[in-house]
């Protein structure tokens, strides 16, 4: 990033004003509430069209007080839209994956094209290069990480069962598939909720506000894709630090790295789960 960049993000940073108790901030906090609560209704508990409710509920509150939050929380809520025209349970069939394909490239190209051209702003950008080499301490979180999921995923997938929200897995073929859309996901997630929603949000409000809303829509959307059972108590956690690397290091090769390396013991654990004499490696599998 250039000084001159940088001086733009610490500006903008340094506009967002401290969260106070008058009745407009209120409504500001309620309004994108409304708008990223509406991710529990429509992907965690599934019940559509209830679920559109609070997104328009949210819009047009925010219309009604802060102009620029509400056309901001209209990305959001179109991306959530766009998300929702599909089933997010995983399939690995043809038509599942293209579908897939269609409706989460969809939530992430509509809402950058809409902040570039209609919007005139750049916060839904995708940061490649930031100049800077990765730390010693990023390097070891990157250790961290696979141990942590190579010790705590197999106990989860295996010991709760939510290895079966996932397509049974008879053969090779269906190995590929999973492996190309567990990691297709994998990188998605960080384009949407990192870099579009939690971005978006972070126009407007402190940094921990935003990753708690931006963490609501990440939870509920990975619960629907089979996070079930008590998944939350890790993906909760793993959204909440995945925005705040972002926050810190404005990396996506950063933020997808950690992702993928989760994801790759993901795959080995669901593969496991269906086929126990492939990647028979796990120490903490529980007895079955």
Known sequence: MTRANEHREATRASAIPALGWDARTSARIGAAVLVCGAAVLLFAVHVRPLGYVPLVLGVALAFAVDRALA?????????????????????????????????????????????????????????????????????????????????????????????????????????????????????????????????????HFPMALANVLQATVFVSFLWELGYREWGPLLTIPFALVQAWIFSRFKSLPYVVAVHLLFDAVVFAVLVHAHHPVLFDIFVTVPAR
């Open 71 to 203: 056309k901001d929380l209209t990305l959001i809520a179109l991306g959530q839209l766009i998300i929702s025209v599909i089933s997010l349970e995983a399939d690995l069939s043809n038509s599942g994956m293209l579908g897939f394909t269609l409706a989460l490239g969809g939530a992430v190209l509509v809402p950058w094209a809409l902040a570039r051209y209609w919007l005139k702003h750049d916060a839904v950008k995708f940061p490649m290069f930031t100049g800077k080499r990765w730390s010693r301490a990023q390097w070891i979180y990157l250790g961290v990480v696979i141990v942590a999921g190579y010790l705590i995923l197999p106990f989860y997938f295996i010991g709760s069962g939510a290895y079966q929200n996932w397509p049974e897995i008879t053969g090779a073929n269906e190995i590929g598939r999973l492996f190309v859309g567990v990691n297709a996901v994998g990188i998605w997630d960080e384009l949407f909720f990192i870099c579009t929603v939690f971005a978006l949000l972070m126009r």
